[in-house]
């Protein structure tokens, strides 16, 4: 089989995949063609990795080595169009001519084929004459060039560059979907920190103030609490945390709730397992559970209210429930404020359906981008008979760690 067809069959079979060699052990690489594949995809899964930070200097580095071993080509040359942002192999003299090589195929969106009145140079021995300049895309937009040079060009290497080259345009996809799922996450925990109550903020400072002269030290206490409390909540950095911090904030939360209403007015409940302490979790995952918590086991009611809090160890997940013997809610109702179809005339305050329906929501969307959809929240409620609400997290999952505060 020809070198350059079976790059192509093997690179459009790897896609955006990492190569698993799934005859291991079951039997010999006996064949030439056998070897070739399994090193072509070992090659392309060298090169994914780098190209998955997107289309950058250090990234193209990294794996031109590998993308021009793909190839078999004399040399290899990336560029952002702008930029010759790597050039592998011989000839390097060659390499301030890559940006000109470019220009054609970043205007029209097609691969060109080069000839030597447009590549050689006066070295005879160079072996660089040469070049099949492939566009790479991503959205439809041409974002650079991937070249590969020789001394000669056969239809098979320019089928092959071509198939590299949606290779790594699979590779750039996947890296913007990456950056693209990071700014989403980052633009939901922006949206929970606006939602954090500015009627518990004022009435926290309000609290505080009133303990000024009664019980100075007492003010302290709080004044530190809440300095804490806002200090994690607007923490600029890291998707996740850990359960143990997550529970500390909470803590400090229901601190100023009870110096608010009274011990007596609000009593909590936490049964935590320490064996899930330090298990990360989305950052903010919690906070919203425990403050719809408050807000409806007080609402409407005289008595005092109960919130009980429950992590425990589920074997391969941590299992935290929220619950509250409060007003409750209409299932169905809570349905549409979850699926974000809620169009009420309650006002925007602490105890509308609206404030409730997008911090839920958005801790429910958060779990299932992060671990899928059978980690979505799961919400137990009727009118007058309290809410439950209930989430899993994986005790490890890979890519998923917690950043100090």
């Known amino acids: 089989m020809d070198v350059a067809l079976a790059v192509v069959a093997a690179v459009a079979v790897t896609g955006g995949l990492a190569a698993v060699p799934w005859w291991r052990g079951r039997r010999e690489l006996g064949s030439p063609a056998d070897r070739a594949t399994f090193q072509t995809l070992h090659t392309a899964s060298l090169a994914a990795p780098p190209l998955r930070a997107g289309l950058t200097e250090q990234g193209a580095q990294k794996a031109a080595r590998h993308l021009r071993e793909l190839l078999g080509s004399a040399a290899l040359a990336i560029t952002d169009g702008e930029r010759l942002l790597a050039w592998d192999g011989s000839g390097d003299h060659h390499a301030e001519g890559a940006l000109a090589h470019a220009a054609g195929p970043m205007d029209s969106g097609r691969t060109e084929v080069l000839g030597p009145d447009t590549v050689a140079c006066a070295y005879l021995d160079c072996p660089v004459k040469h070049a099949v300049v492939v566009p790479l895309t991503t959205d439809d937009r041409v974002v650079g060039t991937l070249a590969a040079y020789g001394d000669d060009v056969s239809a098979g290497l320019i089928r092959a560059a071509e198939e590299v080259g949606h290779w790594v345009d699979a590779q750039l996809q996947l890296a913007e979907l990456d950056r693209s799922r990071t700014l989403l996450m980052e633009a939901e925990v922006r949206a929970l920190r606006a939602q954090i109550s500015p009627h518990f903020i004022y009435n926290s400072l309000t609290t505080i103030a009133s303990f000024v002269r009664t019980d ?24 996740f945390t850990t359960l143990s911090e997550e529970l500390h904030s909470i803590d400090r939360y229901l601190l100023l709730q009870r110096a608010r209403f009274g011990d007596d007015r609000l009593r909590v409940t936490l049964r935590i397992a320490p064996e899930v302490l330090p298990v990360a979790v989305p950052f903010l995952c919690l906070q919203p ?29 941590a299992v935290i429930s929220v619950e509250d013997d409060g007003i409750g809610m209409d299932p169905e109702r809570l349905r549409h404020i979850l699926a974000g179809e809620y169009r009420g005339a309650e006002p925007d305050g602490e105890g509308s359906p609206e404030a409730a329906g997008i911090g839920l929501g958005n801790v429910d969307g958060r779990l299932r981008q992060v671990y899928g959809d059978e980690y979505g929240l799961q919400v137990e409620t009727a009118t007058g008979a309290g809410t439950k609400v209930t989430l899993r997290v994986p005790k490890y999952r890979p890519g998923v760690t917690a950043s100090g505060v």
């Not at 100075?216 to 998707?239: I, K, M, N, Q, V």
């Open 289 to 317: 559970l425990v403050e719809n918590a408050v807000r409806h086991g007080l609402q409407d009611r005289t008595g005092p209210g109960q919130i009980t809090i429950i992590a425990e160890d589920a074997g391969a997940d």
């Open 216 to 239: 100075p030290e007492r003010a302290r206490e709080l004044l530190l609490e809440f300095a804490d409390f806002t200090r994690y909540s607007f923490r600029r950095h890291g998707d």
